[in-house]
């Protein structure tokens, strides 16, 4: 696929990566053995017919293909771009044994923007039901459960706390990864599919999930408000000028547009040499924000190898080329204070691996003696969020003890009728797998409002006698 | 109850106190009904502009309307002091956010206002007071041409000092002369809460420390969302991170960092100052293109953290 000459894309925040003409699309179509066992729909979160798309478009059926992929995913072209592929579907494709795997992401992509090119919106007639479906966050996990219960005929409304939805794929991904307009024009089928968004909300405060099951008419309530409260380092001269989380810097510039300042009215700090600690993705997109908005030195501070590195792999290898600096098996010590109330560098070790750890990985520890300084006049911080307190502030809903959501294998929180999915139950994790969960919190909703589900027929079964496909009639409150 | 339209925020009322100081009444019957005393607001006036902080200064239920009082002192608050008219609405406006500030059962207690401080203070006087309080209120303002709701809090208060820099009206000092007073006066005072900029609500309190006295600030760093998903408004209290906008914004003011918290509010001095002046020049030349509009003066900028007086 052909992307923006490195050095030319550190300085803009146009897409990187150009995606497929028709002939590329058609030539890597090719590739794909149409294999029996079809291991990538297994290898896929929201398990998408990637066979029958790929065969669609070798018949240059594009609008079959994206046809195909819809009845799984709506949100083909963010998906294509977003997801780790090559840990999910392309990791198990049968033509990667020997060669390269097909690259399905690309593929899902190329029907996503002609999807998007050629307004092909699918809507469904879909006879309303007469629910109603309140959603939490208007992220990944909001978007995928409101398009599942939208089609199954409910009326669905979306809360975001924010002026504008899309969540993490709006304030957090970047432009040249995932350019707005592409986020717009998927919620803007959802629109077409009845789903309401209503911004600037704040729910737990403006009102809370119990007022929106007992006095505000919501027969069910997805909860998907997504991860919150970056962690700190805890080190010396963490709350100096100039140290800032990941998810503050891609807000300003992303959703708020600092990087057009003073254009836009919200300024966003500029570091000529940036420190970033993490090597996620959030990192990587911290990192490249700051080439673009500037920064002279980038540097990736991490304290395992890149092996461990969590980060998708096309995102570490553009910001190698895009000239980051990466300093593996380092752990920060101490930002240094530059006597004004600002960075002046920063103290690391050099770790060594150890014996694995719980997470399986080998643990890094610090090499004696090995401590030194670098030159930076910004820390940013992209190690990982802690649970936003919110939610379980203002309501009785049951929280685990690190203060996520509890949830049954159903994705059922402790009140009945209130689900929950994606980084508010399981702490920091992709938008693919985000998605998942609003898709399966859709199964357990449909099957809670006894909404016979013509994808997932309900398991069936009787519970004291009465068929548990069948409506229920009253709502009995657990917690 | 279903939310309707949430996203039209129309300003059914506007009062100006001083050249600096204006109240903006807005409408949003689902938050005045949801608003509790020490609850704030992010504000945008316009689609390119800052989400900006604002302590709630009152709620109408009835009304359906939240008010706010707000100082011109950065490019935006000075900008909204010139576009946001009874009639006109806002981009934005989410809320109430932050932990309500709890009202407890304190028999006798000093609620301290400086500056636009006195705004928010006034429902937090009023909630003491319906709790059967005796409430002792000390409101501070630089000069007697910025003095605004004297009266409405007074209608709240068993006592109450006014203080002025200067001595223009009430007595001569700033509030901490009025806390010293009144500790001098009331042995049993419970508790003191103070709203203010960040260098009145440290001096408050130094003024209680020594007392023991129970003191609660309300703090308002520089913010982003408002929903704990940035960290920007972090701010250290008895050693430990805390984000103002979901642990707070009320503190223990004996343990706050308040030096920690000056110099963070000091992040975008040098942005703030150059949109400030971009902006004034940008009027200055439309003034020129239309002679009979008044200039508009370039007020020195104060201190950036005068910016967050209460508001």
Redesign the interface.
Same mark, same amino acid.
């Given at each position: 696929m052909r992307e923006q000459d490195a050095g030319a894309r550190a300085k803009n925040f146009a897409e990187v990566a150009c995606g497929y003409s028709v002939e590329e699309a058609l030539r890597e179509a090719e590739r794909c053995l149409l294999c029996p066992d079809e291991p990538c729909i297994k290898g896929c979160p929201v398990s998408i017919d990637i066979p029958g798309f790929i065969r669609k478009i070798g018949e240059k059926d594009f609008r079959g293909a994206y046809d195909v992929i819809a009845e799984t995913n709506l949100l083909a072209a963010v998906c294509g771009r977003v997801c780790p592929q090559e840990t999910q579907c392309e990791q198990v494709c049968t033509v990667g044994e020997s060669l390269e795997p097909v690259a399905i992401g690309r593929l899902e992509r190329f029907v996503g923007d002609a999807a998007i090119q050629n307004a092909w919106g699918r809507v469904p007639s879909v006879a309303p039901n007469g629910f109603c479906i309140g959603i939490v966050g208007s992220g990944p996990a909001g978007m995928a459960c409101a398009a599942d219960m939208a089609k199954a005929g409910c009326e669905v409304?979306v @809360?975001e706390? @924010?002026?504008q939805p899309g969540g993490v794929l709006k304030?957090g991904i970047p432009d040249f990864r995932l350019p707005n307009e592409v986020v717009d024009a998927e919620i803007e089928n959802l629109r077409k599919l009845g789903v309401k968004f209503?911004?600037?909300? +704040?729910v737990g *405060? +403006? @009102?809370t999930i119990e #007022?929106m099951i007992d006095?505000?008419?919501f027969h069910a309530v997805f909860i998907g408000t997504?991860?919150?409260?970056?962690s700190?380092l805890?080190v010396p001269g963490?709350?100096l000028?100039g140290v800032?989380?990941a998810?503050?810097l891609l807000? *300003?510039c992303n959703l708020? *547009?600092a990087r057009d300042?003073?254009?836009?009215?919200?300024?966003v700090?500029l570091g000529r040499q940036v420190a970033v600690i993490g090597a996620g993705n959030t990192a990587m997109d911290a990192m490249r924000v700051c080439l673009r908005l500037g920064a002279h030195k980038v540097h990736c501070v991490y304290r395992r190898s890149r092996t461990e590195c969590p980060a998708r792999a096309e995102e570490v290898h553009h910001a190698e080329q895009e000239g980051i600096e990466f300093h593996w098996l380092t752990a920060p010590l101490a930002i240094l204070d530059d006597g004004k109330?600002g960075v002046r560098g920063m103290r690391c070790i050099r770790m060594e691996l150890g014996e694995p750890d719980d997470s399986g990985r080998r643990r890094p520890v610090p090499v004696k003696g090995s401590e030194f300084d670098f030159e930076a006049d910004q820390v940013v911080y992209a190690i990982g969020t802690n649970a936003?307190?919110?939610i379980g #502030?203002t309501s009785r809903l049951r929280l685990n003890k690190r203060g996520y959501l509890e949830t049954d294998g159903d994705l059922a929180t402790s009140m009945a009728g209130v689900y929950a999915g994606g980084d508010i139950v399981t702490g920091a994790a992709t938008v693919i797998e985000a998605m998942g969960a609003g898709r399966k919190a859709a199964r357990s909703m449909k099957a809670y409002l006894g909404i016979r589900d013509a994808e997932h027929a309900a398991t069936g079964g009787t519970l004291f006698g009465i068929d548990l496909r069948e409506r229920n009639f009253a709502r009995i409150r657990v917690a | 109850?279903?939310?309707g339209d949430?996203?039209r925020?129309e300003i059914v009322s506007r009062q100006d106190f001083s050249d600096a100081t204006y109240l903006l009444e807005v409408r949003h019957p &689902?938050?005045a009904r949801?608003a509790r005393p020490g609850?704030f607001v992010i504000v945008?006036s316009h689609e390119?502009?800052? /989400?900006i902080p604002l302590t709630i200064a009152d709620f109408d239920r009835s009304r359906g309307t939240i008010t706010l009082v707000i100082q011109a002192v950065g490019?935006?608050t000075r900008e909204m002091q010139q576009t946001c008219k009874t009639g006109t609405t806002l981009?934005? &406006?989410?809320?109430?956010?932050?932990?309500p500030s709890p009202i407890g059962r304190a028999r006798k207690v000093v609620c301290v206002g400086g500056g636009l401080g006195v705004a928010p203070m006034f429902p937090q006087a009023r909630g003491f007071k319906a709790n059967g309080a005796y409430v002792i209120g000390i409101v501070g303002f630089r000069t007697k041409s910025l003095v605004f709701w004297e009266d409405k809090f007074r209608s709240c208060c068993d006592e109450f000092i006014l203080c002025t820099d200067d001595g223009s009206a009430g007595i001569k000092g700033l509030v901490t002369e009025g806390i010293r007073r009144a500790i001098a006066k009331h042995a049993d005072i419970e508790e003191v809460v103070a709203i203010g900029p960040p260098v009145m609500m440290k001096g408050c309190a130094e003024a209680t420390r020594a007392h023991k006295i129970k003191t609660v600030v309300s703090l308002n760093p520089i913010m982003?969302?408002?929903?704990?998903?940035?960290?920007?408004c972090?701010v250290?209290i008895g050693g430990e991170?805390k984000?103002a906008c979901?642990?707070g914004p009320d503190f223990d003011g004996h343990k706050v960092d308040f030096d920690?918290l000056m110099?963070?509010l /000091?992040?975008?001095a040098r942005?703030?100052r150059?949109?400030a002046e971009?902006w004034s020049e940008n009027c200055r030349m439309k003034n020129l293109a239309d002679p009979v509009a008044p200039a508009v003066e370039l007020l020195e900028l104060p201190d950036p953290f005068e910016d967050v007086k209460g508001g």
């Amino acid at each position: 696929m052909r992307e923006q000459d490195a050095g030319a894309r550190a300085k803009n925040f146009a897409e990187v990566a150009c995606g497929y003409s028709v002939e590329e699309a058609l030539r890597e179509a090719e590739r794909c053995l149409l294999c029996p066992d079809e291991p990538c729909i297994k290898g896929c979160p929201v398990s998408i017919d990637i066979p029958g798309f790929i065969r669609k478009i070798g018949e240059k059926d594009f609008r079959g293909a994206y046809d195909v992929i819809a009845e799984t995913n709506l949100l083909a072209a963010v998906c294509g771009r977003v997801c780790p592929q090559e840990t999910q579907c392309e990791q198990v494709c049968t033509v990667g044994e020997s060669l390269e795997p097909v690259a399905i992401g690309r593929l899902e992509r190329f029907v996503g923007d002609a999807a998007i090119q050629n307004a092909w919106g699918r809507v469904p007639s879909v006879a309303p039901n007469g629910f109603c479906i309140g959603i939490v966050g208007s992220g990944p996990a909001g978007m995928a459960c409101a398009a599942d219960m939208a089609k199954a005929g409910c009326e669905v409304t979306v @809360f975001e706390a @924010f002026h504008q939805p899309g969540g993490v794929l709006k304030y957090g991904i970047p432009d040249f990864r995932l350019p707005n307009e592409v986020v717009d024009a998927e919620i803007e089928n959802l629109r077409k599919l009845g789903v309401k968004f209503e911004c600037n909300t +704040l729910v737990g *405060r +403006l @009102f809370t999930i119990e #007022q929106m099951i007992d006095e505000m008419g919501f027969h069910a309530v997805f909860i998907g408000t997504g991860a919150g409260y970056p962690s700190m380092l805890g080190v010396p001269g963490d709350s100096l000028n100039g140290v800032l989380s990941a998810n503050e810097l891609l807000t *300003r510039c992303n959703l708020l *547009r600092a990087r057009d300042f003073p254009d836009f009215d919200t300024p966003v700090p500029l570091g000529r040499q940036v420190a970033v600690i993490g090597a996620g993705n959030t990192a990587m997109d911290a990192m490249r924000v700051c080439l673009r908005l500037g920064a002279h030195k980038v540097h990736c501070v991490y304290r395992r190898s890149r092996t461990e590195c969590p980060a998708r792999a096309e995102e570490v290898h553009h910001a190698e080329q895009e000239g980051i600096e990466f300093h593996w098996l380092t752990a920060p010590l101490a930002i240094l204070d530059d006597g004004k109330g600002g960075v002046r560098g920063m103290r690391c070790i050099r770790m060594e691996l150890g014996e694995p750890d719980d997470s399986g990985r080998r643990r890094p520890v610090p090499v004696k003696g090995s401590e030194f300084d670098f030159e930076a006049d910004q820390v940013v911080y992209a190690i990982g969020t802690n649970a936003n307190p919110i939610i379980g #502030q203002t309501s009785r809903l049951r929280l685990n003890k690190r203060g996520y959501l509890e949830t049954d294998g159903d994705l059922a929180t402790s009140m009945a009728g209130v689900y929950a999915g994606g980084d508010i139950v399981t702490g920091a994790a992709t938008v693919i797998e985000a998605m998942g969960a609003g898709r399966k919190a859709a199964r357990s909703m449909k099957a809670y409002l006894g909404i016979r589900d013509a994808e997932h027929a309900a398991t069936g079964g009787t519970l004291f006698g009465i068929d548990l496909r069948e409506r229920n009639f009253a709502r009995i409150r657990v917690a | 109850m279903h939310p309707g339209d949430l996203s039209r925020f129309e300003i059914v009322s506007r009062q100006d106190f001083s050249d600096a100081t204006y109240l903006l009444e807005v409408r949003h019957p &689902m938050m005045a009904r949801a608003a509790r005393p020490g609850q704030f607001v992010i504000v945008m006036s316009h689609e390119h502009g800052e /989400r900006i902080p604002l302590t709630i200064a009152d709620f109408d239920r009835s009304r359906g309307t939240i008010t706010l009082v707000i100082q011109a002192v950065g490019k935006t608050t000075r900008e909204m002091q010139q576009t946001c008219k009874t009639g006109t609405t806002l981009h934005a &406006m989410v809320g109430p956010m932050g932990i309500p500030s709890p009202i407890g059962r304190a028999r006798k207690v000093v609620c301290v206002g400086g500056g636009l401080g006195v705004a928010p203070m006034f429902p937090q006087a009023r909630g003491f007071k319906a709790n059967g309080a005796y409430v002792i209120g000390i409101v501070g303002f630089r000069t007697k041409s910025l003095v605004f709701w004297e009266d409405k809090f007074r209608s709240c208060c068993d006592e109450f000092i006014l203080c002025t820099d200067d001595g223009s009206a009430g007595i001569k000092g700033l509030v901490t002369e009025g806390i010293r007073r009144a500790i001098a006066k009331h042995a049993d005072i419970e508790e003191v809460v103070a709203i203010g900029p960040p260098v009145m609500m440290k001096g408050c309190a130094e003024a209680t420390r020594a007392h023991k006295i129970k003191t609660v600030v309300s703090l308002n760093p520089i913010m982003v969302d408002g929903t704990g998903m940035c960290g920007g408004c972090r701010v250290k209290i008895g050693g430990e991170v805390k984000f103002a906008c979901v642990d707070g914004p009320d503190f223990d003011g004996h343990k706050v960092d308040f030096d920690d918290l000056m110099s963070r509010l /000091r992040r975008y001095a040098r942005e703030e100052r150059a949109a400030a002046e971009r902006w004034s020049e940008n009027c200055r030349m439309k003034n020129l293109a239309d002679p009979v509009a008044p200039a508009v003066e370039l007020l020195e900028l104060p201190d950036p953290f005068e910016d967050v007086k209460g508001g």
